[in-house]
């Protein structure tokens, strides 16, 4: 029996696996003759010409490297052993949630109510309906200066952040916590803000959930699209080179943002059009994401600023029109959508050309002739009816062919 650590105690087996060929060994080679082999001597061993395990000659089936299942277990029992013995009792989360009124104890606790939060979806639960706790974390949203620049208070700030994101969910008067937040001079907004410029890529995820979580009616939308930067930074961080969660986050923050038409408007001026067409040229991104670039492209085509941007950026149209029939019903509706407002409702000559050039009529076909929605299905019809008394359509010819499959 070999003791790890004070409250831990691991029986050595009798028996040993070979490293490589994972053969059990009759006798444990390395603890009996001290010879230990490292990734990079077995390597060469393999690379020498040898078909046999060093350590026991065994013919060897396979030169694969396969990890050793011994270590591995010891590993995660080590590993368990350490994540449960920080976890905190019902009792202890209570007296930590108490520290955080004590300046010298506040990042320590933080920190354990972190682990403790993310062990569980049971204990976000319990950490979501501590009033004491959502108040205090409110408070320190409130109390920290928006110029702050020690990068200490910062960390800390990314704390309060974080874990108010992992609880905000559970809380049961959600309308009232929105109501907190955005109380005292909109200083929360400017906590906020902070951590989407300085925090790390973790704490601007959490950031962004917590805005979206904000905006959830006009009056909300709007003070958080006019706080200074809000905005700006949610376009930064959802950049192609971004980790793939945070571009998702800050993506469905702008689309809770952006229902009001001078939020579409300032979406437009702050070069919107310009990031949601690069993510969907450049990014390999996942449908869920795709479906929420979409979503936001239709909303500021709304707007006659947005269109012409749309119209000017040679690549969005093309973009747009790419994701048809390829991602899911629902960022295939986002896009036909966007393509009926241009194409059709409002006739822009640009956007038919961008459409004709992409070969967006076979597209339009196709996808009448798939199991669309009824919805999709008239915007198409109507598509195609601009297209072919367009004179400068290729449809004319097409015509001739293929006037059995069109539907008027």
């Known amino acids: 029996m070999v003791r790890a650590r004070d409250d831990l105690c691991i029986n050595v087996p009798t028996f040993f696996t070979c490293p490589i060929s994972l053969d ?7 603890l009996c003759t001290g010879i230990t082999y490292d990734r990079s001597s077995i390597q060469r061993w393999l690379d020498a010409g040898n078909n046999t395990c060093p350590a026991t000659m065994q013919l060897l089936k396979t030169k694969d490297f396969v990890p050793n299942r011994t270590l591995q277990s010891l590993i995660q029992i080590w590993s368990d052993s350490l994540r449960h013995s920080t976890i905190l009792s019902p009792d202890q989360v209570l007296l930590t949630v108490s520290q955080l009124e004590t300046p010298s104890l506040r ?13 569980s979806h049971h204990n976000k639960l319990f950490l979501s309906n501590l009033e004491r706790l959502v108040n205090q974390l409110i408070r ?3 109390n920290v200066d928006g110029g702050l620049i020690a990068r200490a208070n910062i960390q800390f700030l990314e704390q309060v952040v974080l874990l108010l994101a992992l609880i905000l969910d559970g ?7 929105r109501n907190s937040l955005l109380k005292g001079n909109k200083q929360s907004l400017d906590s906020l803000l902070l951590v989407l410029k300085r925090g790390g890529c973790d704490s601007r995820f959490a950031s962004a959930r917590v805005l979206q979580f904000i905006a959830a009616d006009a009056e909300s939308k709007i003070l958080v699209a ?4 809000v905005v700006a930074e949610l376009l930064k961080s959802a950049a192609p080179e971004n980790d793939p969660a945070l571009v998702e986050a800050a993506l469905a923050s702008l689309i809770a943002i952006s229902a009001p038409k001078r939020n579409k408007l300032k979406l437009v001026s702050l070069g919107a059009v310009r990031a949601l067409s690069r993510l969907l040229a450049e990014a390999e991104l996942g449908a869920a994401t795709v479906e929420k ?15 012409k941007e749309i119209c000017e950026d040679a690549v969005c149209v093309a973009a747009v029109l790419s994701k048809v029939l390829k991602v ?11 393509l009926w407002s241009l194409c059709y409702l409002f006739r822009d000559r640009k956007a038919l050309e961008a459409v004709t050039q992409a070969n967006g009529l076979t597209k339009i076909l196709l996808l009448m002739q798939s199991n669309c929605t009824p919805q999709v299905r008239q915007m198409c019809t109507d598509l195609l009816k601009i297209f072919r008394v367009n004179s400068k359509s290729c449809l004319t010819c097409y015509d001739t062919k293929t006037t059995h499959i069109m539907p008027f």
Do not use: N, Q
Request: no cysteine; charged share 25%; net charge negative.
């Open 140 to 142: 320190f949203l409130h």
């Open 293 to 307: 670039v979409l979503k936001l492209v239709e909303a500021v085509s709304s707007t006659r600023e947005g269109r």
């Open 24 to 30: 059990l060994m009759k006798s444990p080679v390395s």
């Open 171 to 177: 809380v049961e008067d959600r309308d009232g916590l």
């Open 328 to 338: 899911s019903t629902v960022a295939t509706e986002h896009a036909v959508t966007t």
């Open 226 to 229: 006019e706080k200074e930067g």
């Open 107 to 119: 990042s320590a606790s933080l920190t354990k109510l972190l682990l403790f939060a993310t062990d």
